[in-house]
């Protein structure tokens, strides 16, 4: 599976960006599609999470009511809108994908920077 995620950049604090990702290669019958986020110094943590067929959707905490994960209108196509951005938010943003029950996610992309500035 190939991961394609895009739409980084710099962008004002309180401003907002959207990523998108595309999978490719492999498929699944059903399906997990997710973000992570690693910032410089810190450990990688978990962003967002949607079921592909469902669209149950899950966020980290501090993510609630900032980003949305959405599925695009094209197979394997995914989107997180962010807004409200903070400079804490400023991350390598990486997507993935894991097959339903799968407790990790099995493959991810090359990532695409967000830079909050203040």
């Known amino acids: 599976v190939q991961l394609q995620a895009s739409g980084g950049g710099l962008v004002q604090a309180g401003g907002s960006l959207r990523l998108s990702c595309a999978a490719s290669?492999?498929?699944?019958?059903?399906?997990?599609m997710g973000w992570s986020r690693q910032a410089p110094g810190k450990e990688r943590e978990f962003v967002a999470s949607i079921v592909w067929y469902g669209g149950s959707t899950r966020y980290a905490d501090s993510m609630k009511g900032r980003f949305t994960i959405s599925r695009g209108n094209a197979k394997n196509t995914m989107y997180l809108q962010m807004s409200n951005l903070k400079p804490e938010d400023t991350a390598v943003y990486y997507c993935?994908?894991?097959?339903?029950?799968?407790?990790?996610?099995?493959?991810w992309g090359q990532g695409t920077q967000v830079t909050v500035s203040s």
């Open positions: 290669g492999r498929t699944f019958n059903n399906y997990v």
């Open positions: 993935g994908i894991r097959r339903l029950g799968m407790e990790e996610f099995e493959y």
